[in-house]
């Protein structure tokens, strides 16, 4: 039986939205507490969440900019 993989969504101008069976782990390998039941969970890419390594939606208030895109093929 095989895992379902993990995704990792670049969302524009917000958070890398990861799904599937993952952990957050601290510099010293401690877990992060996950919410239950929650299918992915939101990790800030702008620097300004109060609750990093999640993002908190100040995304948002500071108007992050980046909108990459895979290359093609
Ligand atoms: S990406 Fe949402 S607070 Fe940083």
Do not use: W
């Not at 996950?34 to 300004?48: F, Q, S």
């Not at 108007?63 to 093929?73: N, V, Y």
Request: glycine share 10%; with cysteine; aromatic share 6%.
């Amino acid at each position: 039986m095989s895992e379902s993989p993990v995704i990792i969504r670049v969302r524009d101008n917000g958070p890398y939205v990861v799904e599937g069976p993952i952990q957050v782990v601290d510099a010293e390998g401690k877990a992060f507490p996950l919410p239950a039941g929650k299918p992915a969970i939101a990790l800030c890419r702008c620097g300004h969440s109060k609750n990093k390594p999640f993002c908190d939606g100040s995304h948002r208030t500071v108007a992050f900019q980046a909108s990459e895109r895979a290359p093609a093929g």
